[in-house]
């Protein structure tokens, strides 16, 4: 299948090139030039299939052109390592609990299939040139990215992220891992870290030098298989009877809720989305407004979601044909502020017992508010609360039991290179490795 770039000015690219390059030449993210619908019989039984089984056939869908089904299952497999359950909170609100991989985020499933999908590639390709991953983060995703590629062979991994703005815990599982993943400490918020990456992306000089590619959700192998646990959060409920679902994605940099989307066009029956935004609140307002207008992005306690220009917006503007009354009739938005996040984490805890983390509160808290009579609603718990102790033992008053798989990053060694926000300062040290 070839892929075409949103800004519509780059030519067609294979899906090897679009996983290798990240972003198009003209800046624009690749799509896929179609999207296959999965076949009627797929979705009748569905609540039989396991997660893999799953995931296999939806992964045939968008990749079965170009890479064969034995090493593409094995990736898929291989990726899918752990379980993704969705689990009852109230009467019509689940909890899909995207944290038992490891490192304990919803962004394992997309930065292990990267990384096997990328390794995958680099081995056929023969070539004895070090693939460079640029990724930038505000929390999840540099811990994700680096444990995905650890040790992989023929790639090296540079981690971009906010000086003072992730969690001590977050920081831990990026900066003491050592080998090929290096982290680069910037003096600035998320976007300024995303916007080196991109900047890295489109210097002829810097590309000339080195091979780069980044695992953000800007990549294709990073954002699309982030599909799989919408497919198998709908046969969880299925299997337990459960119809007219609407799912709720906290959101950040919308990699997350787009791959959702992808999965309606192939025909996943979710009824309708919520998009749960924190203060970052650009894309409830464009649902308000009709007018896209990103901002600087302000810190928050969710702040995976401190995100005040979601590269992602493009590929749903994109999937939607730019239509914004398109966009609205799927998706509703809201935002809340970190009083309210706070709120909602000490109220659902002391009427269900379940104890959410900053990021899935956004998600409960909507569904609490717009779930309709006969509905069934369903958030997604991006990571495990204990990454965010100091700020969920705080609001809720406990002391949040940090799994062991965590609290092994946590006695590593602190090694970080600090930088600046600019990008010559940044190419710079890039020239120099």
């Given at each position: 299948m070839q892929y075409y770039s949103t800004n519509g000015q780059a030519p067609m690219a294979s899906l090897e090139k679009a996983v290798v390059k990240g972003l198009a030449e003209d800046r624009g993210l690749y799509m896929p030039e179609r999207i296959k619908q999965l076949p009627q019989e797929?979705?009748?039984?569905?609540?039989?299939?396991?997660?893999?089984?799953?995931?296999?056939?939806?992964?045939?869908?968008?990749?079965?052109?170009?890479?064969?089904?034995?090493?593409?299952?094995?990736?898929?497999?291989?990726?899918?390592?752990?379980d993704v359950p969705a689990v009852k909170v109230t009467d019509s609100i689940y909890s899909l609990e995207l944290f038992h991989g490891p490192t304990l985020a919803f962004k394992d499933v997309g930065a292990r299939f990267m990384a096997r999908l990328l390794g995958y590639f680099n081995k056929k390709s023969g070539e004895d040139r070090l693939v460079n991953v640029l990724v930038a983060t505000s929390g999840d995703t540099g811990s994700a990215v680096a444990?995905?590629?650890?040790?992989?062979?023929?790639?090296?991994?540079?981690?971009?992220?906010?000086k003072g703005k992730v969690s001590p815990i977050q920081e831990c599982q990026f900066t003491t891992l050592g080998q090929n993943i290096t982290a680069l400490e910037v003096d600035g918020v998320f976007d300024d870290c995303q916007a080196l990456v991109k900047s890295?992306?489109?210097?002829?000089?810097?590309n000339a030098h080195m091979k780069l590619t980044s695992a953000n959700s800007i990549n294709v192998a990073r954002f699309l298989p982030q599909s799989f646990y919408y497919f198998y959060a709908y046969a969880q409920l299925k299997k337990a009877g459960l119809e007219d679902i609407v799912v709720c994605v906290p959101s950040g940099n919308f990699g997350n809720i787009c791959s959702a989307l992808f999965g309606v066009k192939m025909g996943l029956p979710i009824k309708r989305f919520i998009a749960a935004n924190n203060a970052n609140d650009i894309f409830y307002n464009y649902l308000q407004t009709g007018k896209y207008e990103p901002k600087a992005s302000v810190q928050t306690i969710a702040n995976a979601m401190d995100v005040g220009d979601p590269s992602n917006f493009a590929r749903i503007y994109d999937l939607y044909k730019k239509d914004h009354a398109a966009i609205c009739k799927d998706i509703s938005g809201c935002t809340y502020s970190d009083e309210q996040i706070a709120e909602t984490m000490r109220?659902?805890?002391?009427?269900?017992?379940?104890?959410?983390?900053?990021?899935?509160?956004?998600?409960?808290r909507a569904l609490k508010e717009g779930l309709q009579p006969g509905e069934t609603g369903i958030f997604l718990e991006t990571a495990h609360p204990a990454k965010f102790k100091g700020v969920v033992d705080s609001i809720c008053g406990g002391d949040v039991a940090i799994p062991e798989k965590l609290a092994a990053f946590m006695k590593g060694e602190k090694k970080s290179i600090e930088i600046g926000k600019d990008f010559e300062g940044f190419k710079a040290f890039l020239m120099k490795q």
């Amino acid at each position: 299948m070839q892929y075409y770039s949103t800004n519509g000015q780059a030519p067609m690219a294979s899906l090897e090139k679009a996983v290798v390059k990240g972003l198009a030449e003209d800046r624009g993210l690749y799509m896929p030039e179609r999207i296959k619908q999965l076949p009627q019989e797929f979705f009748d039984n569905i609540q039989n299939m396991t997660f893999q089984e799953i995931a296999c056939q939806v992964a045939d869908a968008f990749f079965g052109e170009d890479i064969p089904q034995e090493d593409l299952h094995k990736i898929v497999c291989d990726t899918l390592a752990f379980d993704v359950p969705a689990v009852k909170v109230t009467d019509s609100i689940y909890s899909l609990e995207l944290f038992h991989g490891p490192t304990l985020a919803f962004k394992d499933v997309g930065a292990r299939f990267m990384a096997r999908l990328l390794g995958y590639f680099n081995k056929k390709s023969g070539e004895d040139r070090l693939v460079n991953v640029l990724v930038a983060t505000s929390g999840d995703t540099g811990s994700a990215v680096a444990n995905g590629f650890l040790g992989v062979p023929g790639i090296h991994v540079y981690v971009l992220y906010p000086k003072g703005k992730v969690s001590p815990i977050q920081e831990c599982q990026f900066t003491t891992l050592g080998q090929n993943i290096t982290a680069l400490e910037v003096d600035g918020v998320f976007d300024d870290c995303q916007a080196l990456v991109k900047s890295a992306f489109m210097d002829d000089e810097l590309n000339a030098h080195m091979k780069l590619t980044s695992a953000n959700s800007i990549n294709v192998a990073r954002f699309l298989p982030q599909s799989f646990y919408y497919f198998y959060a709908y046969a969880q409920l299925k299997k337990a009877g459960l119809e007219d679902i609407v799912v709720c994605v906290p959101s950040g940099n919308f990699g997350n809720i787009c791959s959702a989307l992808f999965g309606v066009k192939m025909g996943l029956p979710i009824k309708r989305f919520i998009a749960a935004n924190n203060a970052n609140d650009i894309f409830y307002n464009y649902l308000q407004t009709g007018k896209y207008e990103p901002k600087a992005s302000v810190q928050t306690i969710a702040n995976a979601m401190d995100v005040g220009d979601p590269s992602n917006f493009a590929r749903i503007y994109d999937l939607y044909k730019k239509d914004h009354a398109a966009i609205c009739k799927d998706i509703s938005g809201c935002t809340y502020s970190d009083e309210q996040i706070a709120e909602t984490m000490r109220e659902c805890l002391k009427d269900t017992g379940y104890q959410l983390d900053p990021h899935g509160a956004c998600g409960y808290r909507a569904l609490k508010e717009g779930l309709q009579p006969g509905e069934t609603g369903i958030f997604l718990e991006t990571a495990h609360p204990a990454k965010f102790k100091g700020v969920v033992d705080s609001i809720c008053g406990g002391d949040v039991a940090i799994p062991e798989k965590l609290a092994a990053f946590m006695k590593g060694e602190k090694k970080s290179i600090e930088i600046g926000k600019d990008f010559e300062g940044f190419k710079a040290f890039l020239m120099k490795q």
